[in-house]
């Protein structure tokens, strides 16, 4: 055992110096054809796309903090396009058929695990309305298959399904090519992809401003000082709206804070996700063996990025009326994310009235699942100037016509 480990630090030592970058790290020029506010998941995809299929390389990605270090770090990896309207089902099914291709897209593991999505109904209403939801998604072509308890039982062995149970279940459905995927490989392999095609991804930079020009965009403040763009576009979660304001746009969103935790790591147990929107919880076990566990979002408009007791508490115990054998497992860690959520709990993306300035935003709890479509719409937007049929229901200028794509009672718990 002692060699074994000598052994071990020796080669590392002697291989693993002077390694390349997966990415540079430039300086920030004057100006750039465009710059993308936000080096998370949906900003470096983005940027990735605009090189890859628009050829559009004067480009940067920056960011106030670390690559990936947002929301795509602080988020439950869910992924899914199990929704109710016909608009946000094409959406979400467009990301997920990127999804089942991008490791190779990338040459990039992002550890995309399709295991499957169970939705929990508790009630003849909630089993309607699973029913209802499945039709849509089957008329759609999208995958999905309603359970009776023998199916639950097929599926999710571990979990409680005794009608002696204070929640009892009646049944459920699953969508199974839903998933996971590793939220900080996603942003390293699009950083990666983007930065070979000569993307510039600027850390530790933050944004403090859009300026604008006789009603266009002409750059970005930073405390490097004004980098010019001849379009911006912003990709900043939670903080969307305090930029937009910069630039004289006034958005619908509210940002709050979405908690989550991880257990001990333990032996596989759980191959699916599960996801209860009465019992208010969610929950997965990682490839590490920990249980990735979340539910609402807080109530309270917030950035903070730090958890709390009574989230928690309520999140575990309903954990537990789910699986009571997960009673002895401890606490690893806990975090939040800050969520941008729309009046009508679905997203922005597009242009706005300021010309040159670009929207996405409102992805609310469902951000990670949209990754590589988020990306690649706006990407498309940003070099067409001109919204892709798929981003076209979810423009701005929904809130003032009217035509609002509610998915805040379809979407169930927030993830």
């Known amino acids: 055992m002692r ?26 020029r004057d100006g750039y054809d465009v710059v993308i506010v ?6 470096l995809a983005a940027a990735y796309y605009l090189a890859k299929e ?20 602080r988020n439950t990896t869910v992924v899914r396009s199990n929704y109710l309207w016909d608009e946000s089902a094409h959406l979400y099914e467009f990301s997920l058929q990127l999804w089942e291709r991008l490791s190779q897209e990338l040459n990039y593991n992002v550890m995309f695990s399709q295991r499957g999505v169970v939705n929990l109904a508790f009630s003849e209403h909630e089993m309607h309305e699973l029913q209802r939801r499945f039709y849509a998604l089957r008329r759609n072509g999208i995958d999905a298959e309603l359970l009776d308890l023998d199916g639950l039982r097929r599926w999710v062995p571990a979990m409680r399904l005794e009608r002696s149970a204070r929640y009892p279940i009646l049944g459920g459905m699953v969508q199974p090519r839903g998933g996971t995927a590793r939220h900080d490989a996603v942003a390293w392999g699009y950083a990666r992809g983007a930065d070979s095609r000569g993307v510039d991804i600027i850390q530790n930079c933050p944004v403090t401003a859009v300026r604008c020009e006789s009603g266009r965009v002409i750059g970005v403040e930073t405390p490097r000082g004004l980098i010019r763009a001849e379009k911006v576009a912003l990709s900043v979660a939670g903080h969307t709206s305090v930029l937009a304001e910069t ?13 989550a935790l991880v257990s001990e790591p333990i032996k596989p147990v759980l191959d699916t996700v599960i996801n209860s929107g009465t019992v208010n919880v969610y929950v997965s076990q990682s490839d590490k063996g920990e249980l ?23 999140v575990v115990t309903n954990l537990l009326e ?8 401890k606490e690893l860690r806990q975090w939040a994310g800050i969520v941008d959520v729309s009046p009508d709990a679905s997203p922005i993306i597009g242009k706005t009235p300021v010309r040159g300035l670009y929207l996405n935003c409102g992805w609310g709890t469902g951000g990670f699942k949209a990754t590589p479509g988020a990306g690649w719409l706006l990407a498309h937007a940003v070099a067409n100037d001109a919204p892709h ?8 200028e929904r809130f003032s016509t009217g035509r609002l794509i509610n998915e805040a009672a379809a979407a169930g718990v927030g993830h």
């Open 322 to 329: 789910l699986f009571p054998s997960f009673s002895r497992l």
């Open 3 to 28: 060699y074994s480990l000598f052994s071990l630090a020796r080669n590392a030592a002697r291989y693993h110096e002077d390694w390349p970058r997966a990415w540079r790290a430039p300086e920030p």
């Open 54 to 73: 628009h050829k559009v390389t004067n480009v940067a990605v920056l960011d106030k903090g670390w690559l990936g270090g947002g929301n795509t770090g």
């Open 247 to 259: 630039a004289g746009i006034s958005l619908p969103l509210q940002s709050y804070p979405l908690q």
């Open 38 to 43: 936000g080096a998370g998941g949906h900003g």
């Open 389 to 396: 049929p798929l981003s076209l229901p979810f423009a701005l």
């Open 292 to 314: 990735v566990i979340g539910g609402a979002r807080d109530r309270y408009v917030s950035y903070a990025q730090r958890g709390s007791f009574q989230v928690i508490e309520d």
